[in-house]
Nanobody, 125 residues
Framework: QTHLVESGGGLVPPGGSLRLSCHVSPFPLDFFAIAWFRQAPGKAREGVACVPNRLGRPNYVDSVKGRFTISRDNDENAVHLQMNSLELEDTAIYYC??????????????????WGSGTQVTVSS
């Protein structure tokens, strides 16, 4: 069974930064494409970013392009989500998910078979 554990959430003022991490076990990170999703209060879960397991460029939802960066860290067997210039609308529970490849129609959840339990990100002054 694949386990994903998110960390790095917290409270940050508008314009601030956070780095989320998603640690994968027990299989090597290279087995998986990893995506970040988020769910704000009263809203549906939405895809944020996805990084393929091999060749290919990451995908981002339009609302985070230029502000968020997803990256793979094979030494830690983790994927990080660097979030800069945070906005009030970024407040949500952030989940990481793993699958064989990024969803063809990202930000859909197609093929994301394994999920973490989430980490809270709150942007507030």
């Amino acid at each position: 069974q694949t386990h994903l554990v998110e960390s790095g959430g917290g409270l940050v003022p508008p314009g601030g930064s956070l780095r989320l991490s998603c640690h994968v076990s027990p299989f090597p990170l290279d087995f998986f494409a990893i995506a970040w999703f988020r769910q704000a209060p009263g809203k549906a879960r939405e895809g944020v970013a996805c990084v393929p397991n091999r060749l290919g460029r990451p995908n981002y939802v339009d609302s985070v392009k230029g502000r968020f960066t997803i990256s793979r860290d094979n030494d830690e067997n983790a994927v990080h989500l660097q979030m800069n210039s945070l906005e009030l609308e970024d407040t949500a529970i952030y989940y990481c998910a793993a699958g064989g490849q990024c969803p063809r129609k990202f930000p859909s959840e197609e093929g994301m078979d394994y999920w973490g339990s989430g980490t809270q990100v709150t942007v507030s002054s």
